[in-house]
């Protein structure tokens, strides 16, 4: 008999967090912090769900952010609060992938905290690693 671990496969991972067994396997799989194989099921690596589930959430997850629903925050506020630069919200509203500005009476155009709240759960859960 053989003995197999208890893990999920690529395609298992993929189901979970609504991905492609492709983008798993292709992208999330090749980065330095993604836990090695536990066994194999048939031709399939598994691998251990708490160790994906950690890595997916310090690596891989975007973290929640809180910000005051009726605030106005700045493009460079957002950044400091989110990591999403202000370079990237200015070109994802010019493709129409980031919300208009709630407040356009300065300079500095201003979104409040729950439209830019609505804005993030709309985007991939992916950050870049601190190098």
Not at 47 to 61: K, L, R, S
Not at 82 to 105: F, L, N, Q, V
Request: overall charge positive; proline content about 8%.
């Amino acid at each position: 008999m053989v003995d197999n671990p208890e893990g999920e496969t690529y395609a298992d991972i993929a189901a979970r967090h609504g991905r492609s067994e492709a983008h798993v396997r292709n992208v999330w799989a090749r980065r330095p912090q993604w836990p090695g194989p536990i066994g194999r099921r048939g031709r399939h690596l598994i691998f251990d769900p708490a160790a994906v589930d950690e890595a997916v959430t310090d690596h891989i997850g975007r973290p929640a952010v809180h910000l005051e629903p009726h605030r106005l925050y700045t493009a460079k506020e957002i950044e400091a609060a989110t990591g999403i630069t202000a370079a990237t919200i200015r070109a994802d509203r010019a493709k129409g992938r980031w919300p208009a500005p709630d407040d356009t009476s300065s300079r500095a155009h201003r979104w409040k905290g729950e439209t830019v709240t609505q804005a993030l759960a709309g985007r991939r859960p992916y950050r870049k690693a601190a190098d």
